[in-house]
């Protein structure tokens, strides 16, 4: 496996630096598929740019040491802005199936009682619809 990869990384390398390019891109990628947990929350900023806010459930199901089925579910917080943004809109609601790639945000705001929080957002660029639903909403 190590030399397929190295093999790999050989054949992707970059003439001039000697850098493999797929690094470059995958520096801070996330890619997930999940179900929304409640419809997005729209919003606009004061000089007028779209975003919306929703959050996004990942189930993984494995076995245990004593061969029971477990199953976990991660939730992830979701930011979209401008054309992303007005698809969320348009087409999710809670419950939707999605998979979106981002990269992860880490913001830090104050709250009402003054105390500085801190959250891990993802920023989705790519959104893809799994739903039948929303696929045949987008046909029309």
């Given at each position: 496996?190590k030399?397929?990869?190295?093999?790999?990384?050989?054949?992707?390398?970059?003439a001039?630096?000697?850098?493999?390019?797929?690094?470059?891109?995958?520096?801070?990628?996330?890619?997930?598929?999940?179900?929304?947990?409640q419809?997005?929350?729209?919003?606009?900023?004061?000089?007028?740019?779209k975003?919306?806010?929703?959050?996004?459930?990942?189930?993984?199901?494995?076995?245990?040491?004593?061969?029971?089925?477990?199953?976990?579910?991660?939730?992830?917080?979701l930011?979209?802005?401008?054309?992303?943004?007005?698809l969320?809109?348009?087409?999710?609601?809670?419950?939707?199936e999605?998979?979106i790639?981002?990269?992860?945000?880490?913001n830090?705001?104050?709250?009402?009682?003054?105390?500085?929080?801190?959250?891990?957002?993802?920023?989705?660029?790519?959104l893809?619809?799994?739903?039948?639903?929303?696929?045949?909403?987008?046909?029309?």
């Amino acid at each position: 496996m190590k030399i397929e990869i190295n093999n790999l990384l050989n054949r992707l390398r970059s003439a001039d630096t000697k850098q493999p390019l797929i690094m470059y891109a995958l520096k801070n990628k996330v890619q997930l598929i999940g179900y929304l947990g409640q419809t997005p929350e729209i919003k606009t900023t004061d000089s007028d740019r779209k975003y919306a806010k929703f959050s996004l459930a990942t189930n993984e199901e494995y076995k245990n040491s004593k061969g029971e089925k477990v199953s976990e579910t991660q939730w992830h917080h979701l930011v979209a802005w401008g054309k992303v943004a007005e698809l969320v809109e348009k087409y999710l609601h809670k419950g939707s199936e999605i998979a979106i790639e981002g990269k992860l945000m880490y913001n830090e705001f104050t709250d009402a009682s003054g105390a500085k929080r801190y959250i891990t957002e993802i920023q989705v660029n790519e959104l893809l619809l799994l739903d039948k639903k929303a696929e045949k909403e987008l046909m029309k």
